[in-house]
C-alpha cells in the first residue's frame, strides 16, 4: 500500500510538471502580446521611444498594427534612429498581412525610391492593394499615377475614378486635384461649378492649393 501510495504521489508531481511546462510558453506568450498592446498604445500616444521599447520586449513581432508602426518610426525617425531599409522591411511584413496604412507607404517608398530600389510598377501595385480596402491617401496616389503616367498608361477616366473615391471620403489633396479635372474637363465632363465646389471643401480643410483656385476665380 505504501508503495502505491509512492507511485501515485511521484504521478502527480509528474503531472504537475508537465502542466507547468505546458503552460510557461502560454504565459511567454501572452506577455510579449501585452508587450505589443502596450507599444501600440504608447504609439498612439505619440511616445515613440517609450513604444519602441515596448516593442523590444516583445520580440518577434507578428501583429501587422505593430509592425506598420515600427515602419513609421524608422521612416521618421521617431523614438529610433532613422533607418530607411529597416522602414521598408517593417512596412513590407505589415503589408504582407494585408495592412493598408503599410501597403500605401510601402508604395510611396518604391515612388520615392526610399529605402528600396525605385519602382513604379511596384509602387502602383501596393497603391491598387491599399486603394482596393478604401485606403483615401492609396486612391489619391493611384490617381497620381494615372494622371501622370507613372507606372501605368496615363488615364484621365482612371484618375477621375479613384480621386472622387478619395474625395468622397474627404481626402482633401483628391477633392483639389478633381476639382483641377472638372475645371479643365479632363477625364470628365467640363463643370466649373463642380470644380468650385470641390475647391471649396478642400480649402475649407485648409488645403493652400484649393484656396489659390477660389481665388484666381473671384
Request: hydrophobic content about 40%.
Amino acid at each position: 500500500m505504501k508503495k502505491l501510495f509512492l507511485i501515485l504521489s511521484a504521478a502527480v508531481v509528474l503531472s504537475s510538471c508537465a502542466t507547468t511546462e505546458k503552460e510557461a510558453p502560454v504565459q511567454a506568450t501572452q506577455i510579449k502580446v501585452n508587450y505589443v498592446r502596450l507599444g501600440n498604445n504608447a504609439f498612439d500616444n505619440a511616445e515613440y521611444a517609450k513604444a519602441f521599447s515596448y516593442y523590444q520586449s516583445a520580440e518577434n513581432i507578428t501583429d501587422p498594427t505593430a509592425q506598420n508602426h515600427l515602419g513609421d518610426m524608422y521612416l521618421n525617425g521617431a523614438g529610433v534612429s532613422q533607418d530607411y531599409e529597416k522602414a521598408a522591411e517593417w512596412f513590407e511584413k505589415s503589408a504582407a498581412q494585408g495592412n493598408s496604412f503599410a501597403q500605401n507607404s510601402l508604395g510611396l517608398m518604391y515612388f520615392k525610391g526610399i529605402g528600396v530600389s525605385q519602382d513604379y510598377e511596384k509602387a502602383v501595385e501596393w497603391f491598387e492593394k491599399a486603394a482596393a480596402q478604401g485606403n483615401s491617401s492609396a486612391q489619391y496616389n493611384l490617381g497620381l499615377m494615372y494622371l501622370r503616367d507613372i507606372g501605368v498608361s496615363q488615364n484621365y477616366e482612371k484618375a477621375v475614378e479613384w480621386f472622387e473615391k478619395a474625395a468622397a471620403q474627404g481626402n482633401s489633396n483628391a477633392q483639389e486635384s478633381l476639382g483641377i479635372l472638372y475645371y479643365l474637363g479632363d477625364g470628365v465632363e467640363q463643370n466649373y461649378e463642380k470644380a468650385k465646389e470641390l475647391w471649396e471643401k478642400s480649402a475649407a480643410q485648409g488645403n493652400t492649393d484649393a484656396q489659390d483656385h477660389l481665388e484666381k476665380l473671384f
